[in-house]
């Protein structure tokens, strides 16, 4: 079966490859991966003690940071290498100092497995929340290297639990713990003979905590805002998610603003949400210069890196992707006790289902139920701050995941 699985992984490449010549990203990845050994022969030499953090993108990185940092204050000697699978998150994040190295990690192939072990020696490895790539998880195996998984969430629908993925469950067996977020992710790991599991939660409440708890401030959102606005802060948004934005600010007074943070800011995007708000006033960060920016009613953050912090300034939060792609990041928002909005396919995410259930968080489908709660919001206070309440209780009540992996990582 691996044999089968390596040619999978051939073919890809070369489906990569072939996307290289239309696509940016894909050129990214290509490239990024050209000289990737010699980077590695260069930067791991003489270093020991090499801890191995792999990320699929930015967010599974912003998963694993406070472990990556917890490792650092309490093991000095160690050396922390992050590696990343996609573009998205390696050309953001490259130059980050919680890591020593940073990098592309090769395709997984045989050869390139037993050639990435070969050069780097880790004493560890941490993968963060999934991504499981087989030939790699052999070599560790071979090599006798502890690798482990944080943050990991499974589903029944996944092709370890199906009658024809046997062996890719069999290559779980290997691994020294998994370190899940939920009690269905331990029971369905445990149906496949796999018991070395423990429910530690989810890193990201960490990471979130953390960044809630800086103290800073920015200018720009509390001069567009003023003192007395409803600023409603959109973050991560799609298509679908601007236009029923559109129509919730057409309907709200003007006592309500907006900043947006699409989730693509590439010139075209940023030109298509200036047009569907054209019949708003409507400046972008990057051309704010001197403009009074009391005068607009509508935001737009067209660069990356900075929405996490805007969150705090947030009446009302509106998570985007859950109508098309798949909900993003919502525990940024909620770290700062506001309620939380999105669209309708948020089931594949643990926090949301469990925010919703507990009604700091509301699923919508179109723009009248958002516009409905913020009016009832209007209407009574004290519901409002019962709701942002729910959302800091959620935080709070589920810190402590990188300590309680820390304990089981220093052991062994």
Avoid at 213 to 222: A, G, H, W
Avoid at 345 to 364: N, P, T
Wanted: hydrophobic fraction near 40%; aromatic fraction near 16%; proline fraction near 3%.
């Amino acid at each position: 079966m691996r044999f089968f699985y390596s040619i999978g992984i051939y073919f890809y490449n070369a489906a990569i490859y072939l996307a290289a010549l239309f696509n940016f990203k894909a050129r990214l990845w290509v490239r990024g991966r050209q000289n990737v050994f010699d980077f590695l022969r260069e930067k791991c030499e003489g270093k020991s003690h090499i801890i191995w953090f792999h990320c699929a993108s930015l967010g599974e990185f912003e998963q694993g940071k406070p472990l990556m940092q917890k490792f650092r204050a309490e093991h000095q000697e160690s050396t922390i290498l992050v590696t990343f699978f996609s573009p998205s998150g390696y050309e953001i994040k490259k130059n980050d100092k919680v890591a020593d190295i940073i990098c592309y990690l090769p395709s997984d192939t045989p050869c390139n497995a037993k050639r990435f072990i070969e050069v780097v020696k880790p004493e560890k490895a941490i993968f963060v929340k999934y991504e499981f790539w087989f030939n790699y998880i052999n070599q560790l195996n071979i090599n006798k290297i502890d690798f482990y998984y944080i943050s990991a969430i499974f589903r029944p629908t996944q092709y370890f639990f199906k009658p024809w993925g046997r062996w890719f469950a069999r290559q779980l067996k290997n691994c020294s713990c998994f370190f899940v977020q939920n009690e269905v992710s331990k029971n369905l790991l445990n149906s496949i003979g796999i018991d070395k599991v423990k429910i530690t939660g989810d890193t990201r409440f960490d990471r979130v905590y953390d960044i809630a708890q800086q103290s800073y401030e920015l200018d720009f959102v509390k001069q567009f805002a003023g003192d007395d606005i409803k600023l409603i802060v959109a973050g991560s948004t799609w298509p679908p998610d601007e236009q029923l934005l559109k129509c919730v600010l057409g309907q709200l007074s003007s006592n309500y603003k907006m900043i947006i943070a699409p989730h693509e800011t590439d010139a075209k995007r940023i030109a298509q949400i200036k047009e569907l708000f054209s019949s708003f006033s409507t400046v972008c960060y990057t051309e704010m210069g001197d403009k009074n920016l009391s005068d607009y009613r509508v935001l737009i953050i067209d660069t990356i890196g900075i929405l996490s912090k805007i969150y705090k300034y947030s009446y009302i939060s509106y998570i985007g992707g859950a109508f098309e792609t798949g909900l993003h990041n919502t525990l940024e928002a909620a770290v700062f006790g506001v309620p939380l909005f999105f669209g309708p396919h948020y089931d594949k995410f643990d926090e949301a289902v469990r925010l919703v259930k507990l009604q700091g968080a509301f699923s919508i489908t179109d723009s009248q139920q958002l516009v409905d709660k913020c009016r009832s919001y209007e209407l009574s206070n004290e519901t409002y701050e019962a709701t942002c309440e729910i959302c800091k209780k959620f935080i709070r009540s589920n810190l402590g995941s990188c300590s309680e992996i820390m304990k089981v990582l220093t052991k062994s």
